[in-house]
């Protein structure tokens, strides 16, 4: 993993851990990639700091269920929605979602279902130097999706993430 990825993994762990400031005990689940380690540890760490109760399991090996759990898999790719799909049963009041895992079982038939009864957060950057949080829920099979908060991104952190952007564009 070069630099510019390992400071952008570190800037999504702090928006991320915004996204679950309010939860007192959460499982951090991630893919076993180098990538989604390095996010999962830095935003276990950072909860962990805040006096939050982490724990940490790699996607593959969770045992549920659990309150709350912040889902940390991507890239988006196929079989992404179906990985994301077979934790969200699982997690029985709050999963916080890493963006690419969002979208990607957003597009399941079923994700009504799947997110019935819970709520599900997200972060997007739609706007340039702006971060949109977003909270889901599912009732009677419609899904409501309803802003959190914004969050403006300092300029240091906008150099992280145009840096981090310019070293994964292709030649």
Do not use: N, Q
């Amino acid at each position: 993993m070069d630099a510019a990825e390992l400071e952008y993994r570190a800037l999504l762990s702090l928006i991320y851990a915004e996204a679950a400031a309010d939860l007192d005990d959460v499982s951090v689940v991630y893919e076993d990639t180098p990538s989604c380690i390095s996010l999962a540890s830095a935003l276990a760490a950072l909860l962990m700091a805040r006096g939050k109760k982490v724990s940490a399991a790699p996607a593959s090996r969770l045992e549920g269920p659990v309150d709350s759990a912040f889902i940390v898999m991507g890239p988006y790719r196929d079989g992404l929605a179906d990985a994301v799909a077979s934790i969200l049963p699982l997690v029985k009041k709050v999963a916080v979602l890493h963006t690419p895992a969002y979208f990607a079982v957003e597009e399941l038939d079923d994700f009504p279902k799947l997110v019935e009864g819970k709520e599900v957060r997200y972060a997007v950057r739609e706007e340039p130097g702006e971060i949109t949080f977003y909270k889901v829920r599912a009732s009677g099979g419609r899904v409501e999706k309803s802003e959190i908060a914004k969050r403006r991104l300092t300029a240091a952190e906008s150099r992280i993430v145009r840096r981090y952007e310019a070293s994964v564009e292709p030649p």
